[in-house]
């Protein structure tokens, strides 16, 4: 189990770089019930990413099966994948704008719950290490109920880092906004950095595995 830990310890590093979700967070915040809707929407989203991680558990093990014995088509969606992913490597590198706006609806608990789930999609190409830390999880080879401890375990510390918004709030009251600012901005710039590098990665591993198929007839993974 500790040398799982050690694995999973610097996925989960790299995973919690997630400047969409912090920054609706800072959003929820910034309404008439901040510590309330802003715990709220990281409950949502935490239940959301637990919830999609037993599903992808679970389908797992048929997807490895599949892969165990590719087929030509298979190599040509990933030749798009990879294409797809580098030019997103690189769109993503342009300005984004992920300051949080004032709210301009009335946010109630159970909106920012419902918010905070949707979020966990829309950060999709934040999960990569998500999937990877995954795959450590099966390939350790644990029993089913040990395997959904160390995932509620993963997904819970995941989660510890972004409770330092409605803490925040809780402590300092209004003075929390411009120190969320600016930890927000902190998180976008290092986010503007690691997103295109991991998402070009995949995408130059994907299109070089799909070329080596169709040049020598064989894979490189």
């Known amino acids: 189990m500790t ?21 609706y967070l800072v959003y929820a915040a910034g309404t008439r019930r901040p510590v309330a809707n802003s715990s709220a929407a990281l409950l949502g989203h935490t ?8 599903i992808l558990a679970l389908g797992l093990e048929k997807i490895s099966a599949r892969l165990a014995n590719p087929k030509p088509f298979d190599f ?7 294409v797809v992913l580098i030019w997103l490597a690189v769109a993503s590198r342009k300005p984004r704008d992920n300051s949080p706006k004032e709210p301009s609806v009335e946010l109630t608990w159970m909106k920012a719950f419902g918010y905070g789930a949707v979020i966990n999609f829309i950060g999709i190409p934040f999960a990569v290490p998500y999937f990877a830390a995954l ?24 989660a510890l880092p972004f409770l330092i918004v409605p803490a925040l709030v809780l ?23 690691l997103l295109p590098v991991l998402l070009g990665l995949v995408g130059v591993a994907l299109l070089s595995d799909a070329i080596t198929f169709f040049v020598r007839g064989e894979s490189l993974f």
């Open 171 to 193: 402590a300092l009251g209004e003075r929390s906004r411009p120190v969320l600012a600016r930890i927000n901005d902190v998180l976008d710039r290092a986010s503007n950095f």
């Open 76 to 82: 040509v969606i990933e030749l798009v994948l990879g």
């Open 3 to 23: 040398d799982l830990w050690l694995t999973l310890g610097p996925i989960l590093l790299s995973d919690v770089v997630n400047p969409v979700l912090f920054a």
């Open 135 to 158: 795959d450590q999880m099966l390939k350790a080879n644990l029993s089913v109920t040990h395997t959904l401890g160390v995932l509620a375990t993963y997904n819970i510390a995941y």
């Open 47 to 54: 239940a959301a990413y637990m919830g999609a991680g037993i």
